[in-house]
């Protein structure tokens, strides 16, 4: 048996980038959620995944919508990762962001490094999380800058180590 807490520190040694994944509520308001369980899967078709744990509100809405926007964060934006970490209710600080509008209604979060615009194409439950397998269908770039980095559950900057 794994003990929980050595599995949870090792996989922490895993350096990622951060991404928002967007969605539309009940409401069809944008939401927000930051997650680093984000991977390419292959060229062609362009895919995508991320995992989701089903106690978020981002699994509801992306169960009912079949769509999300990944946008993967630069260095600047680590109080808006920090941000959709909380659940909505402790969002409490007064926090500049914009949405423009995907092709497919999926909200972007303006200013981020790259957005891709995602349709649903397979979904597999595993425990209390859900594999969601994303085909791109849109994608924005914005000039090149440095990336927001998670690393042993901190945020990280490779140049200040
Ligand atoms: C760096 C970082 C990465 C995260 N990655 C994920 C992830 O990949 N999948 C996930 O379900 N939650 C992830 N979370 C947790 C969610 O951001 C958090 O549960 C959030 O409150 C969910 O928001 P929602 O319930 O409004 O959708 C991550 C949190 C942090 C700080």
């Known amino acids: ?41 292959c060229l062609d078709p362009p895919t995508v995944m991320v995992c989701i744990a089903h106690g978020t509100h981002t699994f509801g809405y992306l169960e009912k919508t079949g769509r999300f926007g990944v946008n993967i964060l630069n260095r600047e934006q680590q109080d808006l990762g920090a941000y959709f970490a909380k659940k909505p209710e402790n969002r409490t600080e007064d926090l500049e962001y914009h949405y423009s509008k995907a092709e497919n209604g999926v909200p972007i979060l303006d200013g981020s490094m790259v957005f891709f615009g995602c349709e649903v194409l397979g979904a597999h439950v595993y425990g209390d999380h859900t594999i969601y397998v994303g085909e791109v269908k849109e994608m924005r770039q914005n000039e090149s800058g440095a990336p927001l980095m998670f690393f042993a559950s901190r945020w990280y900057n490779p140049s200040e180590e």
Not at 11 to 40: C, R, W, Y
Request: glycine content about 4%; charged content about 15%.
């Open 1 to 41: 048996m794994l003990d929980n807490d050595e599995f949870r520190s090792a996989l922490s040694q895993f350096a990622t980038g951060v991404t928002v994944i967007t969605t539309l509520d009940d409401e069809g308001q944008p939401h927000s959620m930051t997650a680093n369980a984000f991977s390419s899967i």
